[in-house]
């Protein structure tokens, strides 16, 4: 037992050296580190910028965001002040805390399913090198930074909820139920944990199991504590009357092959928000566990395995269908059903996908010895792609966080046109107006997830003749709108020109009087607009550098 448990701790000590090479770029390369971009650094990081500035960090449910859509953004769209992640990004310098953010997570999504494991589903020593390699496979993958812990901390909130469940819950269950929350969104993964533990609760019961009050109580103990620091979100939700840009949210327009076809890609590659690289080693491995249960009616003895092999199935399904157009005469009758995104039962993926790869990996293990070295040689097969998948490989062509955000040459644009920021404002042409946002400036443009629909309608008509021109983008536009940008028919959905770009905009058609009027007066272009004058637009002064990504043409309007 001595011997096991010295081990135990130092598979677990190399489990965690893994992890910290694998993070050590983030530390050493700071802000000359590549990240992701979608989602991220256009959008997010600078979301946690401008609220750390805005001074509204603690406003009201009825506060808004100044430097951003004419003071129209709400307050409530970045989220809460209870959040672990918003007071590393205020208390920290961009890069810090988006390293401290991804170690903290992935040290929890470790412990998580290795506990859960362990505890619960591959108990015994026997299988140690086994639960070891799926908790680092699990912690490994490339989820969505601002994500938190919303997906990967799933498995520890499991081995909670399982611990109460069997009647061998503590305290310190408890004390989970309660952290989590703080470092986790309910929307992002967490109401569809928490609604599925509840149809364990009730099938339990439907079996006659009994009541459990215990396990009942605990997950409305945890649901209750996420509305509570997530009150801006049930706020916005319940009460807020304004109609915003997720009212024009349709999500329903699949043909039924589309959806056919969606559910074996997201099935097969996974999904942006929850990757799991599962593709060349998991999914394989997965099959041929099935064969194994199939051939020797194993069943009764791997019936978890079996129900998280089908499970997986069920929600790359359930998540492709959700956009079938055949759910259209539901959506309109129940317009809830479009305004908030039910396919994000997809979220609980990668715990079925990495709990079933570890109960797989037992599976083929039981076979023979020639087996269970196979075995050993996926896990570090899977450890490996997943290695392949760090930020700095996969992201080394996109800019370095430095490059991005261009803080040097936004500064030098700041005093040349030496007016307070908060006297004019201007939007983005092929680049994101979060590069503008991080560096100050107050912008007509924005991502965000929700602002009023009456903007919408009214920045709508400064594009209005480039939407009427391409199909890709009004239909972008007019049917999400969460970004709400100066599109042209030309770049189309592009907004990430670089300075080497040899592009330039031709026979653009923008609504300058429109503009003028919600109080724009700059324009920072990625690329020469050659009828600048027709557009009533004047170029001022063109800004490059050697660290910054892009060049910009300063347009000031006439």
């Known amino acids: 037992m001595v011997i096991e448990k010295k081990k135990e701790r130092r598979m677990i000590l190399f489990a965690l050296l893994v992890l910290a090479v694998y993070l050590s770029p983030l530390f050493i390369l700071q802000e000359n580190a590549h990240i992701r971009v979608h989602d991220n650094l256009d959008s997010n990081l600078a979301w946690y910028k401008v609220l750390a500035k805005s001074g509204e960090i603690f406003g009201s449910v009825n506060a808004v965001i100044p430097q951003i859509i004419n003071g129209q953004l709400s307050r409530n769209a970045f989220g809460t002040e209870y959040s672990i992640i918003v007071w590393l990004y205020a208390l920290f310098p961009t890069m810090i805390a988006y390293g401290l953010s991804q170690a903290l997570t992935r040290i929890v999504a470790f412990f998580g399913m290795y506990l859960l494991l362990k505890d619960h589903w ?26 938190m812990l919303s997906t990967l901390g799933m498995p520890l909130v499991l081995w909670a909820f399982l611990n109460i469940r069997s009647g061998k819950g503590t305290w310190k269950d408890y004390v989970i139920f ?17 609604s599925a533990i509840g149809i364990v609760w009730l099938w339990d019961v439907l079996r006659g199991r009994g009541w459990n009050l215990r396990f009942l109580l605990a997950i409305g103990y945890m649901t209750v504590i996420f509305m509570l620091v997530e009150y801006r979100l049930v706020y916005s939700f319940l009460f807020s009357g304004e109609p915003n840009s997720r009212d024009e949210y349709f999500h329903a327009q699949l043909p039924f092959w589309h959806a056919v076809r969606l559910f074996i890609k997201n099935y097969l590659l996974g999904h942006n928000h929850v990757m799991t690289v599962h593709t060349f080693i998991i999914v394989p491995t997965a099959f041929i566990a099935l064969y194994f249960v199939f051939s020797k009616k194993l069943w009764r003895q791997e019936k978890l395995y079996v129900f998280l092999f089908f499970l997986n199935i069920l929600l790359s399904l359930w998540y492709a269908f959700w956009f079938y157009e055949g759910w259209l005469p539901v959506t309109k009758k129940f317009h809830f059903m479009d305004t908030f995104n039910f396919a994000r039962y997809h979220f609980l993926r990668p715990l079925v996908i990495y709990a079933g790869f570890a109960l797989a990996l037992k599976i083929i293990t039981m ?12 896990i570090v097969l899977q450890i490996f792609f997943l290695v392949l998948s760090n930020d700095e490989i996969i992201y080394h062509d996109k800019p370095t966080v430095k490059a991005f955000f261009a803080e040097d040459l936004f500064y030098e644009i700041k005093e040349h046109i030496a007016l307070p920021e908060d006297e004019y404002r201007i939007a983005s042409i092929g680049l994101h107006p979060a590069v503008a946002q991080y560096n100050g400036f107050y912008t007509i443009d924005t991502y965000n997830n929700f602002y009023p629909l009456s903007y919408k309608h009214q920045f709508r008509k400064i594009i209005e003749k480039e939407l009427a021109k391409n199909k890709t983008i009004r239909k972008y536009f007019d049917q999400w709108g969460g970004r709400c940008y100066i599109f042209t028919a030309q770049l189309g959905k592009r907004y990430m020109l670089k300075k080497d770009s040899k592009r330039h905009l031709k ?7 429109v503009f003028k009027d919600m109080g724009g007066r700059y324009i920072f272009s990625a690329i020469p607009i050659d009828n600048a004058e027709q557009n009533k637009l004047l170029l001022d002064k063109v800004f490059v550098s050697k660290t910054a990504a892009w060049k910009i043409y300063l347009y000031k309007t006439l």
């Open 178 to 194: 309660t952290i989590i929350p703080f470092y986790a969104s309910i929307v992002l993964g967490f109401f569809f944990f928490l």
């Open 122 to 147: 591959l108990s015994g020593d026997k299988w140690l090198i086994i639960r070891i390699g799926s908790a680092l496979a699990f912690a490994l993958t490339p989820f969505w930074p601002s994500g």
């Open 367 to 378: 076979q023979g010895v020639d087996w269970g070295k196979m075995a050993k040689w996926f």
């Open 507 to 513: 026979n653009l058609e923008l609504n300058m009087e």
